[in-house]
């Protein structure tokens, strides 16, 4: 392989063209964003998606890392003196950076090993001797390597073994068969430490643990994994376990690979030091690297899933720009009150007391019922931590007396509120704004819009991952960095109210220009065109490309501003608008009349097919948002903790996170359950995230409830004859993503030390 060949291997794991690919990897190169290649170099790309532009812009990193890795492997070799053609044909032709570090491995500089000592010591001839001839008796030889530093024929014999194994150790031959073998008949085997049972007792699910490395989920692995890392548990990989012979298989692939046979007098020598290069040399080695294996794929679909949720989370229905009261409850503290104008600006805040100590229930009724006549409040956004079904109770008191409109109350998820409500962002926000008081207006905000307000989160303090602790912390925030960019750039962001760390998730901006323009527009007032964007301090012309087709400026000077067409492609409308004889402004939401476009008439040199009907599509709906429509869950009077629950129970809630093994459904009592994987559908589900998905409205039934526990077993099926008589009244409204206790695993207990325990039970 070659850096030539690089294009034709990523097309074909992403089922395209070399040419498509060879494009991206220009444009990638040339400093381009994969949102911006994704919209608007289609023609260029032949229409690669986001997940394969990502997929490609991994694997690229990957493979250019492997060809720099493989030429200073072949150069270190060279240096050696020890680099024929077919060993060097043989390092071209690898594929995998595995591959190549077996293959180098005997050339690899190391510190200095028994057989090195060996060697030193006059037996490498030995050595080459029994290898060479399997007819000779190497007791016999030996006798003529004896000297100062070989007192023995034994010692010379150890010598010439430790020569013997560590060439068969090298073999990668010998090491890709073994590692093959351990993939595939490997098991990992878990046994509690004596003594931990009590202080380990919430992973007591892996106190005698075992299935195959191959099949073991990553939830399983993880959970194994941090059971061994607080000393709870031993893990361990067993070969060859259920074999019953005398020499085991994989002894038996280091004498095979090796050409040993039990022929000629040396014959046993030899299969001795093949089982000797097993036993001490390759079943560590490779054990450690298929344990290091799992790790690394439990944490990809670790990253994976919480990848999945974050994009739903970050994409789910906006309320929209109405005026938002953020209650974020306590009780000793009080509740914290912040009321936002449509547009998220902070009107004014509060706090009430209605629980205890205090107990003034009147005046936070009052209190909130001023607030929200004065301020024509819509929406009452109520954070799910501590007290929120008591503030979802008291909300329910002060508006159910109330003139219609009432507002609605939704329930959301604060995960990560605290964090914002301490760091720069939010200072810089609202610099007079008590910390305490600055969660409620981010409560507020992301019931409005949860995109542009979660962005200012670190994406793993917003709660929807499995393990996120436990796994690479880099590969993780470049993932989540990836999902936030490509929801944002999706939905597009209006350049006069976007905040800066909105902005900076634009295609082609980042942090210091997004601050830049923000500066600029408070300096200067809101921008009349996109255009405009161009006079802030070290936004040139590549960074325009790069951003204006994700910005928009509704009512503006130029009402394409206000839409998704890139301005570069303003001259394609211009040809559309005066091939309809009609007003751009006129022209804009007319279907009819775009529908009966040509849209071959206006392609040319610059702009292909996909791009035209791109620009019709959007000019018949122009800045549209591919977020669902804002819906809110119904949670059940009467159903207000754990206690409340009972099996047969019918009840609405809201995904709150959805894992390998089953999904998370907010209920209203403030424990999220678990509908597992085999309860999600009447029929066979390999994979929730095909079913549901963070945010989703979705009605359950209790199957089982433990309350020391705090385990609660949920169903989404019908096939047991449908739904149960015993369906409790629902009125209260809530909605949005309340947090599980443990939703990230961070201490193995709570919903989802619950949930592995519960998937343990249903293997």
Not at 408 to 434: H, N, Q, T
Request: hydrophobic content about 45%.
């Amino acid at each position: 392989m070659s850096r030539q060949a690089i294009p034709a291997i990523i097309a074909a794991e992403i089922a395209c063209r070399a040419e498509q690919v060879m494009a991206t990897i220009a444009l990638l190169d040339d400093g381009a964003t994969v949102p911006f290649i994704a919209r608007y170099r289609k023609e260029a790309t032949g229409g690669l998606d986001d997940i394969q532009l990502r997929t490609l812009d991994e694997r690229l990193t990957y493979l250019r890392d492997l060809e720099t890795r493989r030429e200073a492997v072949i150069k270190s070799v060279s240096e050696q003196g020890k680099l024929t053609p077919d060993l060097e044909a043989k390092f071209l032709k690898v594929a995998t950076k595995a591959e190549l570090e077996d293959l180098y491995l005997p050339f690899r500089p190391k510190r200095r090993t028994r057989a090195e000592i060996a060697r030193e010591n006059g037996l490498g001839p030995l050595a080459e001797r029994i290898l060479a001839d399997r007819d000779v008796d190497p007791a016999v030889i030996a006798a003529a390597y004896l000297g100062e530093k070989v007192p023995d024929v034994k010692a010379a014999l150890d010598g010439a073994r430790d020569i013997v194994a560590e060439t068969f150790a090298e073999n990668a031959v010998t090491v890709g068969q073994l590692r093959e073998h351990m993939r595939r008949t490997g098991v990992l085997r878990a046994k509690v430490v004596a003594g931990k049972e009590a202080e380990g007792a919430k992973f007591s699910d892996y106190f005698d643990h075992s299935e195959a490395w191959s099949k073991a989920p990553s939830h399983r692995v993880l959970a194994m994994l941090r059971a061994r890392n607080e000393g709870v548990i031993t893990v361990d990989l067993e070969v060859d376990a259920d074999d019953p012979s005398l020499v085991k298989r994989s002894e038996a692939i280091v004498a095979e690979t090796n050409g040993v046979v039990q022929a000629g007098k040396a014959g046993e020598f030899l299969a001795a030091a093949a089982r000797w290069a097993w036993r001490v040399k390759l079943s560590n080695q490779l054990t450690g690297e298929l344990m290091n294996d799992a790790r690394e794929r439990a944490e990809e679909e670790a990253i994976k899933v919480f990848a999945r949720n974050l994009k739903d989370l970050l994409l789910a229905a906006p309320a929209g720009a109405r005026a938002t009261m953020g209650l974020d409850p306590g009780i000793r503290t009080g509740v914290k009150v912040a009321v936002v104008d449509g547009t998220g600006r902070l009107l004014e805040t509060a706090t009430v007391y209605p629980f205890q100590p205090r107990n003034d229930v009147h005046g936070a009724i009052h209190t909130l019922r001023s607030l929200i006549a004065k301020h024509g409040v819509q929406l009452v956004a109520i954070g799910n931590g501590t007290a929120s079904r008591e503030t979802d109770r008291l909300t329910a008191d002060v508006i159910g007396n109330m003139p219609e409109p009432r507002p609605i109350k939704v329930v959301v998820s604060e995960a990560g509120a605290s964090i914002y409500s301490a760091s720069a962002v939010a200072s810089a926000e609202m610099p007079d704004v008590d910390v305490s008081l600055r969660g409620a207006v981010s409560i507020a905000r992301r019931l409005q819009d949860p995109l542009a307000e979660l962005v200012k989160i670190d994406p793993k303090s917003i709660g929807v991952g499995q393990y996120q602790h436990d796994v690479d912390q880099y590969r993780l925030a470049k993932t989540l960095d990836a999902v936030v960019e490509d929801a944002v750039n999706a939905v597009g962001v209006d350049l006069n109210t976007a905040s800066a760390p909105l902005l900076a998730r634009v295609s082609g901006l980042g942090a210091h220009i997004a601050e830049a323009v923000v500066a600029h527009r408070d300096a200067n007032g809101p921008f009349a065109s996109r255009k405009q964007i161009m006079k802030v301090p070290r936004l040139g012309e590549k960074t325009f490309q790069l951003c204006a087709g994700f910005l928009r400026v509704p009512d503006g000077t130029e009402p394409l501003d206000a839409s998704a067409v890139h301005p570069e492609a303003y001259p394609v409308v211009r040809r559309i608008v005066a091939a309809c004889g009609r007003d751009v402004r006129s022209l804009i939401g007319d279907k009819a009349a775009l529908k009966g476009l040509d849209p071959r008439k206006f392609v040319d040199e610059s702009f292909g097919l996909p791009t035209v009907k791109d620009i019709i599509a959007e000019l018949e709906k122009p800045g549209r948002d591919p977020r669902p429509g804002f819906k809110t869950a119904t949670f059940a009077d009467g159903v207000n903790e754990i206690g409340d629950l009972r099996p047969g129970m019918v009840l609405e809630g809201t995904v709150t996170n959805v894992a390998a093994f089953g999904a998370f459904v907010d209920v209203g009592v403030h424990q999220d359950g678990l509908v597992h994987v085999s309860q999600i559908a009447d029929r066979f589900v390999k994979d929730p995230s095909d079913i549901v998905k963070a945010g989703d409205v979705v009605q359950v039934r209790v199957i089982e409830v433990d309350v020391p526990r705090k385990r609660i077993s949920l169903t989404m099926r019908k096939d047991d004859g449908g739904v149960p008589a015993r369906q409790p009244e629902a009125k209260a409204r809530a909605g949005g993503h309340k947090r599980s206790p443990t939703p990230t695993g961070q201490d193995g207990a709570g919903a989802f030390g619950a949930a592995l325990a519960e998937a343990m039970r249903r293997r």
